[in-house]
């Protein structure tokens, strides 16, 4: 595909930016955890950050998407060079954080490594969800352009309150552990529910973008 | 440099049940100056937008060198069209500093020309640590034509780009583009709204009302066959009758029309009459304002609106 | 060179008769080279193409000439080659239109005739 090499090239840039974007908010996620809990429990604070940034990935792509139509476009990156550059783009940053993710629990957790080796192919269906969910809602909004301030305003309520809930919630002792549990068990199962989100949130996505108009 | 032309068969675009361009012939050769020149509304943005990939049309064929634009990296390589930034909008491309957007144009522009970026972000005085939707709008007019110049890109259209440029800067850009065309023969597209000071530059002219091409035709021959003629409202008639006649302006017995003469046409002799030539700018008011009612003879009345003297319109 | 472009005229007609003026002005001497069409096309903010048609006259009239690979000169003769045509013109271009305006104000032709007689030297400054 004539043109794919800079988009890559863009957004390994972009990512680049997304990622220390991430990891401010993973710091942030952090500080306030710590502050928030009675005795830090380092077992639940990447789950915490998952469900965080997981969110995070849905917004930032719905924004993604529409900043993107309007810049890329007019510089004459096809849609196709745009779909597949921004995927790439996703695949990055999920890599990183798991990358980030293991060797927070190398380090720090009990479990180990180990134990990050099973819950990972959970982690990637989440990702994997994430990232459909987002290219769902980006296209929705390349579609009917005036919902994407709505559907921002709500998600953006939906991320500010799970936030919260996360930092009281993990801080109990427990709850942690259940996730942990029900993602290693259930780990193939939420690998493939996640993978067929994104197959089918990809593929409207593209079919939307496919056709889309730069508009002003 | 590629010397492919830009070609457009049957046009037609709708915004869903309205339909905007009404099935648009153009033919775009390289190492020319156009310029297009149409009322708000007339359809030039989405004229535009559709010449080069970024709206898709709803029917009719736009190719470049023979191959479709559409989706078409190998065409869009040698296209750029540069779109008025929005002021009114703060997200978007409009959120990103101008050095990042100028750094994303240098990505995906094949021919991009880093020093010319430089030297005329210098010359403007572009602030580029600025976020675009925080620039006046005289200096997004400035990041507008910074990307059409500096992209290299052997059909560059431009729309608007002196929107809230002052005198000066407008003259500077007028240089620049003159500068540009002279040394490397890209072919440019210019619709504008500025036309007294822009037709001196325009090869040709295309005049767009109401989704349709109206006329193409060398800029210079157009305006020769235009002329304003004015005196006792019986004179004027006689003298121009057969002839196509536009934007009748009647005071009392004093009247005053605007002709177009077809090839071998003249006015006729024997009345006192006076005669103007008319510039871009009136004439444009004559064929596409309110007033245009005219009266064109069955004789010349084949295609819609008007015939050019001679000449093929595309 | 270097005036204000009028709508009255063509533009490649006003190009054409700037450089037949600087050309009697002894601004651009014969065997010279004249500006190139790019260079004109920038002075003047106009496309090269009408610049390159404004020249073009004056090579079809013999004012100027080609050199290939160098450019466009004043050919020699060029200056009494230009008053000689335009003292041929001067009917056309300026005499006509006066007797057309005489002709409308009722000015007879011997009052025309004094008129032109009695102010001829007032009128003529050093040329």
């Known amino acids: 595909m004539k043109g794919l090499s800079r988009s890559l090239r863009y957004f390994t840039l972009l990512a680049g930016e997304y990622i220390a974007l991430s990891l401010v908010i993973a710091t942030a996620g952090f500080l306030l955890y710590l502050l928030r809990s009675n005795g830090a429990n380092p077992e639940a604070f990447p789950i915490m950050i998952l469900f965080v940034l997981y969110l995070f990935l849905i917004i930032f792509s719905m924004g993604h998407y529409m900043i993107m139509t309007s810049l890329v476009i007019p510089f004459n990156c096809t849609r196709k060079s745009l779909f597949w550059g921004t995927q790439y783009m996703m695949l990055l940053i999920a890599g990183t954080i798991c990358i980030l993710l293991g060797t927070y629990f190398g380090l720090v957790t009990d479990v180990g490594l180990h134990g990050f080796f099973r819950l990972l192919p959970a982690i990637a269906g989440m990702f994997a969800a994430s990232i459909g969910l987002g290219a769902l809602l980006g296209g929705i909004i390349l579609k009917f352009g005036r919902a994407a301030v709505i559907v921002m305003t709500v998600f953006s309520g939906i991320l500010g309150g799970i936030f919260g809930f996360c930092c009281s919630a993990f801080s109990d002792a427990g709850i942690d552990t259940v996730f942990m549990t029900f993602f290693s068990e259930n780990a193939r199962w939420i690998l493939l529910t996640g993978l067929a989100v994104l197959l089918s949130g990809g593929s409207i996505n593209y079919i939307v973008l496919g056709k889309s108009a730069v508009t002003r | ?314 | 060179m270097n005036e204000y472009l009028s709508q009255e005229k063509s533009i490649y007609l006003q190009i054409a008769e700037m450089l037949e003026n600087d050309i009697l002005r002894d601004v651009l001497l014969e065997e010279e080279r004249v500006p190139s069409t790019n260079e004109l096309a920038k002075l003047y903010a106009i496309n090269p193409a009408t610049a390159a048609k404004g020249i073009n006259l004056l090579v079809d009239t013999g004012v100027l000439y080609k050199k290939r690979g160098i450019g466009m000169f004043v050919a020699s003769g060029a200056k009494e080659a230009i008053r000689m045509r335009r003292r041929n013109g001067f009917f056309d271009s300026y005499l006509s239109s006066v007797l057309e305006e005489a002709r409308r104000l009722n000015i007879s032709r011997s009052e025309l005739i004094s008129m032109i007689g009695d102010n001829y030297e007032r009128g003529t400054k050093e040329s």
């Open chain 2, 1 to 314: 440099m590629s010397t492919g032309k830009l070609i457009c068969n049957d046009l037609v675009k709708k915004y869903g049940k309205k339909e905007i361009l009404h099935g648009i012939d153009l033919e775009l050769e390289p190492d020319r100056i156009y310029g297009l020149i149409g009322r708000n509304g007339a359809g030039k943005t989405t004229l535009l937008s559709t010449l080069t990939a970024q709206s898709p049309v709803t029917s009719g064929t736009v190719t470049y060198n023979g191959l479709p634009v559409w989706e078409n990296q190998d065409a869009l390589d040698h296209i750029c069209f540069s779109r008025e930034l929005n002021p009114l909008i703060g997200w978007g491309a409009n959120s990103l500093k101008v050095k990042d957007y100028l750094k994303a144009a240098s990505i995906f522009f094949p021919h991009w020309d880093k020093q010319l970026a430089e030297r005329l972000v210098q010359d403007f005085e572009l602030e580029t640590k600025k976020k675009i939707c925080k620039l006046s709008k005289g200096m997004m007019s400035m990041v507008t034509i910074i990307i059409a110049l500096a992209s290299k890109a052997d059909m560059t259209f431009l729309d608007e780009p002196v929107a809230g440029l002052d005198v000066i800067a407008r003259d500077a850009f007028y240089r620049e583009l003159l500068s540009e065309y002279t040394e490397t023969g890209r072919t440019f597209l210019i619709s504008t709204h500025i036309i007294e000071e822009a037709e001196d530059l325009f090869e040709e002219t295309i005049f767009l009302n109401d989704g349709r091409i109206l006329l193409k035709e060398s800029t210079q021959a157009l305006l020769e066959r235009a002329i304003h003629i004015s005196g006792k409202a019986e004179d004027v008639d006689a003298a121009t009758t057969g002839l196509a006649v536009y934007h009748p302006e009647k005071l009392g017995r004093s009247k005053a029309v605007t002709v177009l003469l077809q090839e071998g046409q003249c006015i006729a002799d024997g009345y006192d009459l006076s005669s103007q030539p008319v510039n871009l700018q009136n004439l444009m008011v004559a064929l596409c304002g309110p007033d245009s009612q005219h009266s064109v003879p069955d004789s010349q009345q084949n295609t819609p609106d008007v015939k050019t003297g001679g000449r093929k319109g595309r």
